[in-house]
């Protein structure tokens, strides 16, 4: 697949686009009329992009972002039982924002979640699925369902108590209120706050440099931190067995090679 291959995924409200540049893949939330807000087949097409690109050679980190100035306002209101209570062939109950949730979580490569505007209710679930999500400093970020007289999704109340604890887990959830990104990012809803005149340079800049690392490092710890974060039974024995896969990395040979000669690492795993 080439550098510049476009998929985009058409819906009636919006859609989900990808590109690929380099080695990132590139997906963007297109709703700008509605604050990119999600309706049910962008939040199918969201999934199969994800998969897509995290199974796509070429690509080594993967990026969600808005079109324009805003991440997502969430689930679209007008679409909302579509977006969370779909039901499937068989008569089963589907949430798809946390289906996309999943698919997101469950991608091999790095996520990063790119945040401007409005980020609210699914959409920080979204964004918050990514592995780190960089945020400008006049992000607009709540969480509503007590707006709406709804229950958030279980993946993204289980996330918001891990990172937040009970206390103020529910103190997000009760309020609704917005959070201003300083006190964002000290809560663990935000990785990183950075300023929106420089959003753009830090944010690519940090894509890039992990584009450069190790493959293997991070392929590598990103699965052993989700399996410790899951609770996994399987934890001690991944550990024992990508421990004891380390010496014969070869990635491991070029990066202390290159290290003692005082070189550039030019890493060669691709999973």
């Known amino acids: ?79 909302l039982s579509r977006v969370l209570f779909d039901v499937g062939p068989d008569g089963e109950s589907i949430d798809h924002l946390s289906a996309a949730d999943a698919a997101i979580c469950a991608a091999r490569k790095p996520t990063v979640a790119l945040v401007r505007g409005t980020c609210m209710g699914g959409g920080w679930q979204i964004a918050s699925a990514c592995d780190v999500s960089i945020a400008a400093d006049s992000v607009r970020l709540a969480v509503t369902p007590s707006k709406l007289g709804i229950i958030y999704p279980r993946s993204g109340i289980e996330r918001l108590v891990q990172r937040l604890g009970a206390d103020k887990a529910k103190y997000v959830l009760f309020s609704a209120d917005l959070i201003p990104a300083a006190k964002a990012a000290a809560w663990g809803l935000l990785t990183d706050v950075v300023p929106e005149d420089e959003f753009e340079v830090l944010s690519q800049g940090l894509v890039a440099r992990m584009a450069t690392r190790s493959q293997y490092s991070i392929h590598t710890m990103k699965a052993l931190i ?38 550039r690492p030019r890493f060669t795993w691709d999973g």
């Open 1 to 79: 697949m080439s550098a510049s291959t476009v998929a985009a995924a058409q819906t009636v409200a919006g859609r989900i686009s990808s590109e690929i540049k380099g080695d990132i893949g590139a997906i963007v939330i297109e709703n700008p009329r509605r604050r990119n807000a999600l309706t049910r087949n962008m939040c199918i097409d969201l999934a199969a992009q994800v998969r897509r690109l995290d199974a796509d050679p070429q690509v080594k980190v993967i990026t969600l972002r808005g079109s324009g100035d805003d991440f997502s306002a969430g689930a679209a209101i007008n679409e």
């Open 226 to 263: 989700d399996s410790m974060v899951s609770g996994s039974s399987a934890e001690d024995e991944l550990w024992r067995e990508e421990w004891a896969k380390l010496p014969a990395s070869e990635d491991f040979a070029v990066g202390q090679r290159a290290f003692l000669e005082g070189d």
